[in-house]
């Protein structure tokens, strides 16, 4: 380097260069400066050098530079030589020098660095490009290689393996390539830096890609770079590979396809497929397998000519595996065919006007064709878009793309005491179907009766009518009542029912024991009877009216004719005497509250005929004033047994004063004072008379 030429070796007293003689060994060689011409030499060893007075040596003796073999060195600003390689001086004597150049020296002899000359690169071993390998190159100056090929300033090129590197000073090393191995199944993705031809003789333009699938080692060329490596997808049976073109192109299978085009690629058309540069995967598609008892419908099927038919459909029924073309999908996944037994059926609409085939087998199935019978020709049935009708079994039936199953339905097993509610929606008519298995057809529909909401809650209620009269309240939860179902009522013994047609206008009884079932336009007379002690109007809702013998208790107020009042407690036996028959039935319910009138107008009476006795007459008479006013005098004047009342049929039987008590309490006090006084009285008379008996016997003794 100039630093070590200039100056002393690292180490060494300054005044060693300031001696006169100097020994320089073989190999060695010292720069000697003439200070009257101010050149500087070389003085090569061996030799024993006398320095001149105008002389100075510049550096102590420096060991040659030495090149072993496979080994280079960079030498900057070298000298010039002449075409046998001796080096020129100019006329002072100093060596020429090119300067800014340099110059790569390769194995020779030892040599020493001339004044000016430096060490740009040590010695360094020459680079061994292995086998799939190579060196990308780039000229730094124009030139002509070692095979006469003209080189111009940035071009680019390889240095392929196996060999030695020897380097230029025109070329630059930019970067160690090793080569690309490509296993089966795969492929590597090239893109072009430049334009030119790749390594099979393609032309290809900057920024272009492509593939190589070639199984092997590749090697990019000098203009080529390794954008990804590609692996193939397996294709089997039950899997298949769903790919976009992403530009025009032709593919594997010769076939053009154009940009933004979707098909897939199954295992009948390769095993493996690699995807290509203009093509890109979307998904992988697995196969959808359907049994023999399966069925799926495809929404926008792809045609024969590969295109989808929008807004179409088609029926696959199983057995069969099948992949789903792009655009296509399931409408509802994977279906089971519909299997009916003799007590199903399917309601089916039509989406389209199509011919209806299912008919014609179904005819075939039922008809016993004999030989001899000439063959008939059959005509399927039309149908028309929004068309209604019913299959039933036993049968097993795959829907076509034209008919929708809007309904399965099963029929309905009904005891001679059940029904249902059927309505026709075509005209409206609703009718029951009672005692028979039924199944619904195209035209019908389950129609809900709906009832006022106080007759719902006597129908759900669990309080027998007979047994239960008395009490109030429910205390068990009600069960929702099915509005389907024909409204029934169990009528109990000795009860009667009023139902009232609305459509006919009519009204009937019916007597129990009997089963009652509404019609579809009937509902039930509901009774809002009086209730509680006294009488209060609307506590008793029914819907059968007992026929009795029963009782009811009322309490009333009275008042004497010397204006004593009293609070009676009576119990009335009651029934209904009527005649079984349609007018006299209807009679029965003629009376809403027959409770409350009959309590009103017995009161009314009694009333009536206390006002006109004294409260002792009155105390002492009570019944018989009451069974008087209550039950009237025949014609021979004496009292009837019973208080009719023609309009409904009533009776009663009898009367009861369970209890009688002054409202005033000063009335109340002095009758238990004149009932305590009688008592004392006729225990005195009592004990006044067995006196006097005992004394008449002791006399007698």
Request: hydrophobic share 35%; proline share 6%.
């Amino acid at each position: 380097m100039a630093s070590k030429k200039s100056g002393g070796r690292p180490g060494e007293p300054e005044g060693l260069m300031d001696v006169s003689i100097i020994r320089i060994p073989p190999h060695h060689y010292i720069h000697v400066l003439d200070q009257n011409t101010n050149i500087a030499r070389v003085e090569i060893g061996p030799l024993t050098y006398i320095r001149q007075d105008n002389e100075r040596v510049l550096f102590p003796p420096l060991r040659m530079i030495m090149v072993p073999p496979r080994h280079y060195c960079v030498v900057l600003n070298p000298v010039a030589r002449d075409d046998e390689g001796r080096v020129q001086f100019d006329q002072s004597g100093q060596a020429k020098l090119r300067h800014a150049d340099l110059e790569i020296r390769l194995t020779q002899e030892p040599f020493p660095l001339y004044p000016g000359e430096e060490i740009q690169q040590d010695v360094t071993a020459l680079q061994i490009v292995y086998p799939d390998t190579a060196l990308r190159l780039q000229a730094l100056l124009d030139f002509k290689d070692s095979s006469g090929q003209k080189r111009i300033a940035g071009d680019e090129w390889l240095f392929e393996g196996p060999g030695t590197y020897i380097p230029c000073k025109e070329v630059a090393v930019l970067e160690s390539i090793k080569a690309t191995v490509i296993r089966e199944n795969q492929a590597i993705r090239l893109r072009a830096r430049k334009e030119g031809d790749d390594r099979s003789g393609v032309h290809r333009v900057t920024g272009e890609e492509w593939q190589v699938s070639k199984v092997g080692a590749y090697l990019p060329g000098a203009h080529e770079e390794v954008v990804d490596i590609v692996n193939a997808y397996i294709l089997t049976d039950k899997k298949a590979l769903h790919v976009r073109a992403v530009r025009a192109f032709r593919d594997a299978g010769g076939r053009e396809r154009r940009t933004g085009e979707e098909w897939l690629v199954t295992m009948a058309d390769r095993e493996a497929h690699i995807p290509s540069v203009s093509e890109e995967v979307v998904g992988v598609v697995p196969v959808t397998t359907l049994n023999s008892r399966q069925y799926a419908v495809i929404l926008d099927p792809v045609g024969p000519d590969g295109k989808p038919q929008l807004g179409q459909k088609r029926v696959v029924k199983g057995e069969r595996s099948f992949f789903l073309q792009p655009g296509e999908r399931l409408e509802r996944g994977t279906q089971d065919v519909y299997i009916l037994s003799e007590d199903e059926g399917l309601l089916l609409r039509a989406i389209e006007a199509f011919t209806d085939a299912q008919d014609i087998e179904e005819r075939r199935e039922e008809e016993d064709l004999s030989e001899d019978r000439p063959a008939e020709r059959r005509v399927g049935v039309s149908r028309r878009p929004g068309d209604r009708w019913m299959l039933r079994g036993p049968m097993e039936y795959v829907p076509p793309a034209t008919v929708e199953v809007v309904l399965r339905r099963q029929a309905i097993p009904l005891d001679e005491n059940e029904g249902i509610y059927v309505r026709d929606i075509k005209t409206g008519k609703v009718r029951a179907v009672i005692g028979q298995t039924y199944m619904l057809n195209q035209d019908e529909e389950l129609w809900e009766k709906t009832l006022p909401p106080n007759v719902e809650q006597l129908l759900m209620s669990s309080r027998d009518p007979l047994s239960d009269r008395s009490e109030r309240h429910d205390s068990a939860t009600p069960t929702p009542r099915d509005r389907t179902r024909v409204v029934s009522y169990r009528v109990p013994h000795n009860a009667a029912v009023q139902v009232y047609d609305y459509r006919e206008k009519k009204a009937r009884v019916v007597f129990g024991p009997e089963l009652v079932m509404l019609g579809p336009d009937e509902q039930f007379t509901v009774l809002s009877l009086s209730g509680e002690k006294p009488k209060r109007a609307n506590v008793i809702k029914a819907v059968c009216l007992l026929l009795g013998p029963d009782f009811c208790t009322d309490i009333i107020t009275i008042e004497t004719a010397d204006h004593a009042r009293l609070q009676l407690q009576l119990a009335y036996n009651w029934h209904f005497d009527v005649k079984r028959d349609v007018v006299a039935a209807a009679s029965l319910f003629s009376v809403p509250d027959f409770v409350g009138d009959a309590c009103k107008a017995i009161a009314s009476r009694i009333r009536g005929a206390v006002a006109s006795v004294q409260f002792d007459d009155f105390h002492k008479n009570s019944n018989r004033i009451i069974c008087s006013a209550v039950f009237g005098f025949d014609e021979k004047l004496a009292v009837r047994s019973s208080l009719r009342f023609p309009q409904n049929g009533l009776v009663i039987s009898s009367v009861d004063i369970q209890s009688a008590e002054p409202v005033d309490q000063r009335t109340r006090d002095a009758l238990q004072k004149s009932v305590q006084l009688a008592i004392e009285i006729t225990t005195n008379s009592q004990e006044a008379a067995a006196r006097h008996e005992a004394e008449r016997l002791e006399q007698e003794a």
